[in-house]
């Protein structure tokens, strides 16, 4: 994807320089939508890859910096701003046939583990809930860095990505091709660019 979504989902505080967000205790982060992508990747055509974004991802990480394992996050991405940038294949993805946005509106995840993965690396386990099927998934996160923004704000920025089968929740709408294979694959990346704020 071109910027990189999900829901989101950081742990990579733990291997951090924690310059920016030090405390002596658990520290709640909030996730900025305004700074924040949630996309995906899939192939089309069994040629190349189409991906897309939503425009709105909120959420809330609970960082504990004396055991990370027992940090917890929880995101929600509104599936009513999917952008493809083709209006009449948004409006597809919006329909029943795939993501029926009208019936279920949002995306959610929510950590249950949390576990070191490498230097700068985490790994995120939780619930992931797409038009109201819930599967377990488990997302890798790397490190971005951490600032304090012009308005005094300490921020953390962090990416993962995780592949999913788009027919274990339900999204199954495809046309066979007549030259073998079929419109759009069952694998989707889901990738993730997110900016996150230390709370008052």
């Keep these: 994807m071109r910027r990189k979504a999900l829901p989101v989902f950081a742990f990579v505080l733990a291997l951090m320089p924690?310059?920016?967000?030090?405390?002596?205790?658990?520290?709640?982060?909030?996730?900025?939508?305004?700074?924040?992508?949630?996309?995906?990747k899939v192939r089309h055509m069994m040629i190349s890859n189409v991906t897309g974004e939503f425009g709105k991802t909120t959420g809330v990480?609970?960082?504990?910096?004396?055991?990370?394992?027992?940090?917890?996050?929880?995101?929600?991405?509104?599936?009513?701003?999917?952008?493809?940038?083709?209006p009449d294949r948004d409006n597809h993805l919006k329909s029943p046939a795939f993501f029926d946005v009208e019936k279920f509106p949002t995306i959610t995840f929510k950590s249950k583990k949390v576990e070191k993965a490498?230097?700068?690396?985490?790994?995120?386990?939780?619930?992931?809930?797409?038009?109201?099927?819930?599967?377990?998934?488990?997302?890798?996160?790397?490190?971005?860095?951490?600032?304090?923004?012009?308005?005094?704000?300490?921020?953390?920025?962090f990416e993962g990505s995780v592949p999913i089968s788009r027919k274990d929740f339900g999204v199954n709408c495809?046309?066979?091709?007549?030259?073998?294979?079929?419109?759009?694959?069952?694998?989707?990346?889901?990738?993730?660019?997110i900016s996150a704020i230390k709370a008052a």
């Excluded at 990370?68 to 493809?84: G, H, L």
């Design 18 to 40: 924690l310059a920016a967000i030090s405390s002596a205790g658990a520290v709640t982060l909030e996730i900025d939508p305004v700074h924040s992508v949630a996309g995906f």
């Design 61 to 86: 990480i609970n960082y504990d910096p004396a055991d990370v394992t027992k940090s917890t996050v929880e995101a929600t991405i509104d599936a009513t701003t999917i952008n493809t940038r083709v």
């Design 118 to 157: 490498g230097e700068g690396k985490l790994k995120v386990t939780g619930d992931l809930t797409i038009k109201g099927v819930t599967k377990e998934v488990s997302i890798d996160f790397a490190f971005e860095g951490s600032a304090k923004d012009p308005f005094g704000n300490d921020r953390i920025g």
């Design 174 to 193: 495809n046309a066979p091709l007549e030259t073998g294979g079929v419109l759009v694959s069952d694998k989707v990346v889901l990738e993730f660019e």
